[in-house]
């Protein structure tokens, strides 16, 4: 079992910068792949960005390369999401989830946290 717990989230002005930490627990956490997804309201939930469990493969969103970097801290079992040059289009709930890169399968899921760029 692993718990996913999101933070970082907040209200922020076009053009600004945020980092997203999702701390994983759970004996087996850190042999997982991990993903950030995002949920607009009224949008369905959309694939951000994907790091496997050695850092050695790491995808991305179109709508998010050049501005996002995902990056992961196994010492401490954490994945972080640095988000730059953010726009309003990126207003969203963004999620922190742990799978298998290979099948793009993802079993565990965090609460999400909010995610708001004014104009």
């Known amino acids: 079992q692993v718990q996913l717990v999101e933070s970082g989230g907040g209200l922020v002005q076009a053009g600004d910068s945020l980092r997203l930490t999702c701390a994983a627990s759970?004996?087996?956490?850190?042999?997982?792949?991990m993903a950030w997804f995002r949920q607009a309201p009224g949008e369905e939930r959309e694939f951000v960005a994907a790091i496997s469990w050695n850092s050695d493969r790491i995808h991305y969103a179109d709508s998010v390369r050049g501005r996002f970097t995902i990056s992961r801290d196994n010492a401490d079992i954490r994945v972080y999401l640095q988000m730059d040059s953010l726009k309003p289009e990126d207003t969203a709930i963004y999620y922190c989830?742990?799978?298998?890169?290979?099948?793009?399968?993802?079993?565990?899921w965090g609460q999400g946290t909010q995610v708001t760029v004014s104009s």
């Open positions: 759970g004996r087996t956490a850190s042999n997982y792949a």
């Open positions: 989830a742990a799978g298998i890169l290979a099948i793009f399968e993802w079993e565990y």
